[in-house]
C-alpha cells in the first residue's frame, strides 16, 4: 500500500497548482477528478479534445496518476457512454488502471444498474482498465450488501472504498467487511456519525484497523486522501498530517 491524494483536496485551485501544492506536501502519487462539475478536467472536455486531456494528465509534476475519479452528467445514454469510453482511453495512454464512478441514485431499478455497470466494465477492460464503484451515502452503494451483490453480479466491478459513508450514512458504523475484497482503491479523510468530515485525529475512521483489514484481503493500492478545504482550518497541515499518520501505518 502506498499513500496518495485526490486532486479535490485543492479543488479550489487550478490544476496545475493543487498538483505543485501536493508536490509541496511530499505526495507522491495523485488521483484526478475528471467531474463535469466541480472537476479540475470535464468528461465532455475528454471527449471534445483527447490530445489536450492526455498533455494536462500527463504533466503532474513528478505526481503519479494512480486512478481517474469520473462523474459524467448527461441523460443522454449514447452520449454518457461515449464519454466514459474517452475517460478509458484517457487511462490506458496515460497508464492509469483505477476509474471511480458513482453508484446509480437509491430507487434506481436493480436490473438498470446492473446493466449500466456491465457496460462500463466491458468498456473499461478494452482500455485495460478496472472500474471502481464508490461507496456512497445517497444512492445504491451505501449498504455494504448491496454493493458487494453488485460485484458478485458484474464481473470484473470493483469497489472504490469510502468508510466515511459507512460511519456518517445510515450503515452509521456497521460491519463493512464483505466488501474488502472487492476493493480497488481506498478514499480517506476523518468522519463522525454526525459530521461527514471533521479534522483529522477528531473523527472515527480507525485507520490502523482499516490498513490490516485491507492487508488480510492482499490490497496492495492507494490509500487515497480525499480532504476537502475547510473554512478557516489549514489545509496543508491536515494534508501533511494525515499523510505522516497513513506512512506511519505502512
Known amino acids: 500500500m502506498f499513500v496518495a491524494a485526490s486532486t479535490r483536496c485543492f479543488s479550489n485551485l487550478p490544476l496545475d497548482e493543487a498538483l505543485q501544492r501536493l508536490v509541496d506536501l511530499e505526495y507522491t502519487a495523485v488521483e484526478i477528478c475528471i467531474h463535469e462539475s466541480g472537476g479540475h478536467l470535464k468528461p465532455s472536455e475528454v471527449v471534445r479534445d483527447f490530445e489536450r486531456a492526455v498533455q494536462i494528465c500527463r504533466k503532474t509534476q513528478r505526481l503519479t496518476p494512480i486512478a481517474y475519479s469520473v462523474d459524467i452528467e448527461t441523460d443522454d445514454e449514447s452520449e454518457y457512454y461515449q464519454q466514459f469510453q474517452a475517460c478509458c482511453r484517457l487511462a490506458k495512454a496515460t497508464k492509469v488502471v483505477t476509474i471511480s464512478v458513482r453508484s446509480a441514485e ?12 456491465q457496460e462500463l466494465v466491458r468498456l473499461a477492460a478494452i482500455e485495460s482498465a478496472v ?44 460491519p463493512y467487511e464483505p466488501v474488502m ?70
Open 181 to 250: 475484497k472487492h476493493v480497488c482503491h481506498v478514499r480517506l479523510r476523518d468522519t463522525t456519525k454526525e459530521m461527514f468530515q471533521v479534522r483529522v485525529g477528531q473523527g472515527q475512521i480507525e485507520y490502523g484497523r482499516l490498513v490490516t483489514q485491507l492487508a488480510m484481503v492482499q490490497y496492495n493500492r492507494a490509500l487515497c486522501v480525499d480532504i476537502e478545504p475547510i473554512p478557516d482550518v489549514d489545509q496543508n497541515a491536515e494534508m501533511r498530517k494525515v499523510r505522516l499518520l497513513l506512512e506511519s501505518l505502512l
Open 106 to 117: 437509491l430507487g434506481t431499478p436493480f436490473n438498470a444498474e446492473i446493466e449500466r455497470l
Open 131 to 174: 472500474v471502481g464503484l464508490v461507496t456512497e451515502t445517497g444512492r445504491m452503494t451505501q449498504d455494504p450488501a448491496t454493493a458487494t451483490v453488485f460485484c458478485n453480479n458484474v464481473k470484473g466491478l470493483a469497489l472504490t472504498l469510502d468508510p466515511s459513508h459507512y460511519i456518517y450514512g445510515p450503515h452509521q458504523g456497521g
